[in-house]
């Protein structure tokens, strides 16, 4: 498999896509806001960059629902298999590193049901509560499983609880997928320019309807603290819709949070590299073509 991940606004998905024309790919999506219909622009799907492309693991379940990584680990090995079965290059493409990693090292997960007695009892913590408890837990289980610096809510904190109290009664052993061997590239883009990028893509999304996306998903009955789960476009722009920020408080907010998502982005790759991967970096700035040649050399120096 090659791997091909980034930051946001890194130019991912179009070299993604430019690579499988080449070496007759199908792109698998590492992304765990672009598994829910119809929230598009917020998750920057930008479908039209992968043009006759095959894609997977896009639009497959419902706004509202929480898709976790237990449930993508198996839909990708399906996926993975289907595509090797069909004698194609399978290509594992974006920007969750929690998903890309459970993936290529074949984690073992099981799935971990609601624990309404231990919600009720970290009902009305604060954030930083809630943080502080996961942290404990964390250390406790020694578990590098779950990115405290990701905990945006005090909805997901919970949840991140639920699933570390979980695993510290019952280790994890359930069921076994194996490690996935892939060539690893990772999209480098200067700090500056990627700030550019966000800040100018975050405008152009506003502007293309942005807005429009969130609140046709309120409208449709989905609660507002579902969509705040989702975090960064979807959190900002529902309170902005419900009235508790202004747009330009919305915006400014905003901006901030996806800058220090991208910079959590890249210390979650960097922390791979400490773990035993190896991503081959290579420019954002380079032409297209020369990207793709890059990889496809490295591709084939790895067979």
Request: charged share 25%; hydrophobic share 35%; glycine share 8%.
């Amino acid at each position: 498999m090659i791997t091909i991940l980034g930051p946001t606004a890194s130019g991912k998905t179009p070299l993604a896509a430019a690579l499988a024309r080449e070496v007759n790919g199908e792109i698998i999506s590492a992304d765990s806001r672009q598994v829910y219909r119809r929230m598009d622009i917020g998750t920057g799907k930008d479908l039209s960059d992968y043009g006759d492309i095959p894609y997977h693991l896009i639009d497959i379940c419902e706004p509202g629902t929480k898709y976790n990584l237990f449930q993508y680990q198996q839909d990708f090995f399906d996926v993975y298999q289907m595509i090797v079965g069909k004698g194609k290059q399978p290509i594992l493409c974006g920007g969750t590193g929690l998903y890309i990693e459970a993936v290529l090292k074949g984690y073992n997960l099981s799935p971990v049901p609601q624990n309404q007695a231990l919600r009720n009892e970290l009902d009305g913590k604060s954030l930083s509560e809630l943080t502080a408890i996961l942290k404990d837990l964390k250390a406790e289980n020694s578990s590098n499983m779950h990115n405290t610096t990701d905990v945006d809510s005090c909805q997901r904190a919970i949840r991140a609880i639920e699933i570390e109290t979980y695993n510290k009664e019952h280790p994890m052993s359930l069921r076994e997928l194996p490690p996935i061997p892939s060539v690893i590239v990772g999209v480098n883009i200067d700090r500056e320019l990627r700030r550019e990028k966000i800040t100018r893509r975050l405008k152009a999304r506003l502007e293309d309807g942005m807005v429009d996306e969130v609140r046709g998903l309120l409208n449709e009955g989905i609660p507002a603290e579902d969509l705040i789960y989702y975090g960064l476009e979807y959190k900002y722009l529902t309170e902005y819709i419900i009235g508790r920020l202004s747009f330009d408080e919305m915006f400014r907010q905003l901006e901030i949070a996806i800058h220090q998502f991208a910079k959590r982005q890249m210390t979650w790759f960097r922390g791979m590299e400490r773990r035993g991967f190896t991503i081959h970096w290579i420019d954002a700035t380079l032409p297209m073509n020369k990207k793709v040649e890059q990889i496809m050399r490295l591709a084939a120096s790895h067979q």
